[in-house]
């Protein structure tokens, strides 16, 4: 299992800004600002798993493993 001195800097950085834009999504109301704050989130989300898939590759890791580890990681600091 990994942790997080296996993972580097800049996952968690992604992971933790992809999280921020959902977050300020939800405490949206206002229709247009919600399509423009859910297509930030969604670009962030996608440098995420970008990310996670080219390390998962580099490292000969399992994806769903280096995201869960991840998740735990970013989330569970946040929590």
């Known amino acids: 299992m990994q942790t997080r001195a296996d993972l580097p800097e ?4 992604l992971q933790r800004t992809a999280d921020s834009e959902h977050l300020a999504l939800q405490q949206l109301s206002d229709s247009e600002e919600r ?8 670009e962030a989300a996608y440098a995420v798993q970008t990310a996670v898939t080219l ?8 994806h769903f493993e280096v995201e869960r ?10 929590r």
């Not at 399509?35 to 969604?42: A, C, G, P, T």
């Not at 390390?55 to 399992?62: H, V």
């Not at 580890?69 to 946040?78: D, E, K, M, N």
């Open 69 to 78: 580890t991840l998740h735990g990681i970013v989330r569970g600091a946040s």
């Open 35 to 42: 399509r423009r704050q859910r297509q930030f989130w969604f």
């Open 55 to 62: 390390y998962a590759q580099t490292k000969g890791l399992n």
């Open 10 to 13: 800049h996952l968690l950085q």
